[in-house]
């Protein structure tokens, strides 16, 4: 016989009874019903109950001694148990476990490991504060609801990977010490011992790598990539590291990226969930028009509510205080609510509430449309019939509607809409339960205006295709033209959630040249900054596009956590700290001797 197990705790069923069976886990749960001892033991696979007796009449018992030992073993303690599976009663039957007809009579028994009295508590859902958690990872990962995720994120992965050569891709690796970028977020520096005084940086992304492949003559890659971003935590985005399906593709346009994406996405949300998933092809929707209509490049569709521009309707109102905005350059967003019933007043300044202390708003204006179609509210009044039917026509109003609005710059109006909406859309229940719907967010800039440095920087991917090539970048003289320039550049989201973004490339040296010539760089700083780009593109580079989307962000929907944080077996806390580890830590002076470092003294402001 083996010597820890000759079958899984969670394999045993009534096929087994009569066996000689030894398994081996962690004691889960215990329980004395006068003098027959109850043993949950639990391993990877599940759990199955063992049973033993402290009187020769009952059952068979092992001796007092070994009894006695084992009914005082502490929770998570492992054992190795020898014994014969036998049928429960019928009354006693688990039919929530997959070994619920059968237990295991225990003959004998060897302590493992003997555990301490534990900090977390494995065998209940009891809450504990995630700093806790983090710090006893390897307890709160013996959870099932941990344990789950853990093993629902090895299940996608190697399903994503037969998806992806299903579809022709190859996966190749690319480094992971390589060099600073400039563009970005912040890299994660590492010395050079070799190299005194010189830095790698941990991958942002594979990005110039990937399109090295494609230049250099593969067809289709992928990886499981890890990356590194010096960012901070978010719900949907952990601190340090994480992980991203990349792809990238020769020869294919933005349409033939997305349609090979749609079928992996839509076979691995098929197969590991039972929710309605958008039908292929996913729904486009222009930059300009998702934040006109959603406040956000990162819609949740789920929700019906949709923006609309009302400022021309408050244009010349008697409602000063709009107006007035308006002739300073505001606009004015409706968030319209339709058979919303009858709200009380206090939900009304519950969200005026909301605007003044989260968006830091000066108060949130709103209107009622009452059964009979009137307006009602505080501003309703200072609308006049005509402007009322436009405002009723443009946001689709009918009896029983309401709608807020949100009055400031275009920028701020739209994030302050797009917030109110995702707010509403929750506080209401109008968010659609149970469903993945997915979205293309297509055509975003390929510029922006940087306000801090006073330049245009790009608004994305730097190596993307602006659309309308070189020919585009020459004929845009001013600001104006060069921020109206669009590019091949999409995202794909998912309930709100980005998954990825990604981009055709640009695949040709004076366009790379003039792009960033735009932004402030010389021929000079863009061959220094990007000198195996700038090589390769002068050696034939083909026509390639790709894009990335998070693994982790991934699981997360379907598992449907809403932190990131739950669905990655050992995480940094929101401080990017590894509590479990101790990491980061100071390290030995002759270490950093070695690489040439010393650490300055922090100055006191």
């Keep these: ?75 998570e303690s492992v054992i190795t148990v020898e014994g014969r599976v036998v049928k429960r009663s019928d009354d006693t039957i688990n039919n929530e476990m997959a070994t619920g007809e059968v237990e295991i009579v225990i003959e004998k028994y060897i302590v493992e490991s003997e555990a301490e009295i534990l900090p977390i508590n494995v065998n209940s859902t009891q809450p504990f504060p995630e700093d806790l958690r983090l710090k006893y990872r390897f307890l709160d990962l013996r959870k099932d609801k941990m344990h789950h995720n853990v093993k629902l994120r090895s299940d996608v992965i190697k399903f994503l990977r037969n998806e992806m050569w299903k579809q022709g891709f190859s996966e190749y690796q690319t480094p992971i010490l390589t060099a600073s970028s400039p563009e970005g977020a912040r890299d994660f520096l590492v010395p050079s011992r070799l190299n005194p005084g010189n830095f790698y940086a941990l991958p942002q992304a594979p990005q110039q790598f990937k399109q090295l492949y494609m230049i250099s003559g593969f067809d289709r890659y992928f990886q499981i990539a890890p990356c590194f971003r010096d960012e901070d935590a978010r719900a949907d985005r952990a601190p340090g590291e994480f992980y991203q399906l990349d792809i990238e593709m020769s020869f294919v346009t933005q349409e033939d990226i997305f349609a090979t994406l749609e079928i992996i996405l839509s076979n691995t949300f098929k197969n590991f969930s039972n929710w309605n998933i958008s039908s292929s092809p996913f729904k486009r929707i222009s930059y300009d028009e998702s934040i006109l209509k959603y406040g956000t490049d990162k819609p949740d569709l789920r929700n019906p509510i949709v923006i609309a521009d009302v400022t021309d309707v408050f244009k010349g109102s008697d409602f000063s205080i709009f107006n007035n905005a308006i002739e300073k350059g505001s606009v004015i967003r409706a968030i319209p609510i339709h058979k919303c019933g009858d709200l009380s007043r206090g939900f009304y300044d519950k969200m005026i509430a909301y605007a003044q202390s ?125 921020l109206s320039i669009k590019a091949y550049q999409y995202d794909i989201i998912c309930n709100g959630i980005e998954l990825s973004s990604g981009a055709i ?42 894009i990335a989307p998070g693994v982790d962000r991934m699981i997360m929907l379907l598992a449907n956590e809403p932190n990131i944080r739950e669905v990655i077996a050992f995480p940094l806390n929101q401080n990017a700290q590894d509590l479990l580890m101790g990491a980061p830590s100071e390290v030995d002076k002759k270490l950093l001797s070695e690489l040439g470092l010393s650490i300055a003294k922090k100055v006191k402001q």
């Design 1 to 75: 016989m083996h010597k820890f197990r000759t079958h899984r705790c969670g394999d045993l069923s009534f096929n087994d009874i009569g066996k000689l069976v030894k398994v081996s886990g962690w004691i889960h749960r215990k329980r004395d019903h006068g003098g027959v001892y109850f043993i949950d033991l639990r391993d990877h696979f599940g759990i199955v109950q063992l049973v033993t007796s402290d009187q020769d009449n009952r059952i068979h018992t092992i001796p007092k001694e070994d009894f006695d030992k084992l009914t005082s073993l502490s929770y």
């Design 358 to 482: 989260d968006l830091k708003a000066k108060g949130l204006a709103y209107i009622i449309v009452d059964e009979s179609g009137n307006g009602k509210g505080p501003i309703a009044k200072f609308l006049n019939d005509e402007k009322f039917v436009e405002l009723k026509k443009i946001c689709n109003l009918n009896p029983g509607a309401s709608v807020f609005f949100a009055c400031d710059v275009e920028k701020i109006a739209a994030s302050n809409a797009g917030k109110i909406r995702n707010k509403l859309g929750h506080d209401l229940g109008l968010i659609k339960e149970n469903e993945f719907n997915f979205c293309w967010i297509v055509d975003y800039p390929f510029y922006e205006w940087s306000e801090d440095e006073k330049k245009l920087d790009f608004f994305h991917n730097p190596f993307s295709m602006p659309q309308g090539g070189l020919d585009v970048l020459n004929k845009a003289s001013t600001i104006e033209e060069k």
């Design 505 to 546: 490339r640009n695949h040709q040296l004076p366009i790379m040249y003039k792009a960033f010539e735009n932004t402030g760089y010389s021929v000079e700083q863009v061959d220094k900054s990007f000198p195996a780009m700038v090589k390769a593109l002068k050696y034939g580079a083909p026509p390639h596009g790709g």
